[in-house]
């Protein structure tokens, strides 16, 4: 192989047993010419499948009476939007109006316990 062409290669390691398997596969379908042929065309196979099944940008945690704990896949952390007396308040984007606001209030039980603090006279948005 030229130098130039050992660089569009690099080695993985496998455990002797997946190695075993998979050689055992490779004579009962004998399409695949190597081990590496079979590996190569499951490792595309299996990142096809990840990537059509893309996980939501956010998730909700936790609710208690703080708030909101909303996982945002996009920064990778958790993020308090709090509801208080006299508002709602993203801890880390620090404003009354953000994007992790935007996905607690869609959540229908952060909407019921809004309504519901709406009426003790919290200062909080229209749901």
Known sequence: MT??????FRGVSLKRQLVEEIERLIREYPQYKSI??????????????????????????????????VLDREFHKVV???????????????KNDCEHIRFALSMPEVKKEIKKKQLEGWRLPDV
């Open 80 to 94: 308090q939007v709090y509801l208080k007396p006299e508002g709602i308040f993203c801890e880390s984007c620090e």
């Open 36 to 69: 590496a042929d079979f590996v190569h065309e499951a490792v595309r196979i299996r990142m096809e499948d990840i990537r059509k099944v893309k996980l939501p940008r956010f998730e909700q945690v936790n609710f208690d009476e703080n708030g909101v704990k």
């Open 3 to 8: 130098p130039e062409k050992e660089q569009d």
